[in-house]
């Protein structure tokens, strides 16, 4: 368990670092999204997000797992892959040198990482299995394929992500399932660097991904559902057409689509669902959380189902395929748009009304700040015990805070740097004070609906905001929602009520630091007076 969570918070600390820094280097490299005529966005945008998420995922590989035979072919051939994404990124690369990598990257992982597809269950005859070619270019085409699947879903802020961290948080619940604890680590590392670069990709997105993430996670993707599902005698070996469904389906489907049209199927285009779903008058963000819906649905069968029969998961997927493909041929058809009804529009015109008055948002967003301060200083008092790791945070978030002042030049660094450490803080927080003989002797219904209130307020706040920048409601609360719906109801009481705590505070101290705009003295003088308490009760209690 310490593991797991040394490795969440590795991988998820190092991407939001080196995100910011690697986005000063990008235009000095070349690594920026320059807008075209396929493209929605009108600003150059770099794209070194996958480069960030690469370095954080190899770093806490490479310090927590155990260099056996298939941990070292996973991280040369993801190594690969996201070499020659990078340089993809940076310098267009033809269509055929990408493939050429990707197959070499799948040669290792498949003759020296040993990870084949055997079985493909019932649907071959009883106890039947693969032979050895069959085997390898089944991998291989695979592997190749899913990749490529992720790097063409990638066409609006969030949704490859978004689609990913699906997954792999759904590869890692198989893989405590069965006891596959390599797997389980190895998903958890790359699902925490994946939630760290939404923090930035969100709709408007300030980082693409680029080629260097969205092949890696297509590869890794690949490759861990194969590996998880062929070692195990429980998961049936085509799970993961439910866990990579609807990238799979976008990817054949468009591909055909320019095959019938007569044109090469490697040939960029705007008929991917994601277009579609805009073509028919869907906003940006109501496309991306569709589709989020729509996978959330395969992997919420995939995760209740896992040890169903082959043939009924090949059936389920086919009639899954079937729905959608008729579904986007009658819209086309019919040239079928989203239409907005009145009622709506008419509850949206008065939520710009309070809007524009400021009394409103005031209150609203003071009660936020009180509720939220109460809060975390009531934990830092009540604490116990209080391990080295908590004071070590606490005396970095007081140099962070110091230096910010002092070192002004630097400022920006070492603001990122402090709201990295708070992330950090929060949930060691809510974990180690749960237990307080404080909240068990009267005190924790207050302390409950104190979290209650604290969300309210943050969702009327975000709502009565007159912003333009910062964080704002977005497809990512969906997918932050169905995450937390699927723990709660697989969870014991104690990890549902610690995830419930520790989710809120993230997102109402996001909205704090988007409403401040910048002016972060009063969450500086609440942190210094935080750290003061804990680094008092350590040192002197």
Do not use: W
Not at 395 to 407: D, E, K
């Amino acid at each position: 368990m310490t593991l797991l969570v040394i490795s969440i918070f590795s991988s998820l600390f190092l991407t939001l670092c080196f995100i910011p820094i690697l986005s000063k280097v990008a235009p000095f490299i070349g690594a920026m999204d320059i807008p075209d005529e396929r493209k929605i966005h009108f600003q150059p945008i770099p794209r070194i997000g996958g480069l960030a998420m690469a370095i954080a995922i190899f770093v806490t590989l490479l310090f927590l797992l155990h260099l056996n035979r298939f941990t070292k072919a996973f991280l040369l051939s993801s190594f690969i892959i996201v070499v020659f994404g990078l340089i993809d990124d940076i310098k267009s690369l033809d269509y055929k040198l990408k493939f050429c990598a990707q197959i070499i990257a799948c040669l290792i992982i498949v003759c020296y990482g040993k990870v084949n597809i055997i079985s493909i269950g019932d649907l071959l005859p009883y106890g039947m299995c693969l032979n050895k070619l069959g085997s390898f270019l089944l991998t291989v085409f695979a592997i190749v394929g899913v990749t490529n699947a992720i790097n063409l879903a990638d066409g609006l802020d969030g949704l490859a992500a978004g689609i990913c961290l699906l997954s792999f948080l759904c590869i890692g619940y198989l893989a405590f399932q069965v006891k596959a604890y390599e797997i389980l680590i190895i998903s958890t590392i790359i699902a925490s660097a994946i939630f760290g670069f939404l923090r930035f990709n969100t709709y408007p997105a300030s980082v693409f991904m680029g080629d260097a993430g969205s092949q890696l996670l297509g590869f890794s993707g690949a490759v861990l559902s194969i590996k998880l599902t062929q070692q195990s005698m429980i998961l049936s070996p085509t799970l993961p057409l439910l866990i990579f469904g609807f990238p799979i389906l976008d990817t054949l489907s468009v591909m055909a689509q320019r095959i019938y049209e007569g044109r090469s199927p490697f040939k960029p285009d705007k008929n991917h669902f994601h277009h579609k779903l805009l073509k028919m008058g869907l906003y940006h963000t109501e496309a991306v959380t569709l589709i989020y819906f729509i996978h959330s649905l395969l992997i919420a069968i995939a995760i209740l189902l896992y040890f169903i029969s082959d043939k009924v998961i090949f059936f389920f997927y086919t009639i899954f395929c079937l729905l959608v493909l008729i579904g986007f041929f009658i819209a086309d058809k019919y040239k079928l748009t989203i239409k907005r009804y009145k009622p709506i529009v008419g509850i949206k015109d008065k939520l710009k009304i309070l809007k524009e008055k400021s009394f409103p948002i005031r209150i609203c967003f003071f009660l936020l700040r009180f509720t939220f301060y109460l809060i975390i200083i009531f934990m830092s008092l009540i604490l116990e015990p209080i391990p080295k790791y908590v004071t070590y945070i606490a005396m970095f978030i007081l140099i962070g805070i110091s230096a910010n002042f002092v070192l002004k030049k630097y400022s920006f660094l070492f603001r990122r740097l402090v709201r990295v450490l708070v992330y950090g803080l929060i949930p060691l927080l809510v974990y180690f004070s749960k237990d307080s003989a404080s909240l068990v002797f009267g005190y924790k219904i207050y302390y409950e609906l104190l979290y209650i209130f604290c969300i309210i307020f943050a969702i009327l706040t975000l709502k009565l905001t007159r912003r333009r920048k910062g964080f704002k409601i977005a497809p990512i609360d969906y997918l932050i929602s169905f995450i937390i719906l699927v723990t709660l109801a697989l969870s014991n009481a104690e990890l549902k009520i610690f995830l419930y705590n520790t989710v809120s505070l993230f997102y109402v101290f996001e909205v704090l630091l988007g409403e401040l705009r910048g002016e972060l003295k009063e969450i500086y003088f609440i942190l210094v007076l935080l750290c003061a308490i804990i680094l008092g009760k350590s040192y002197l209690i």
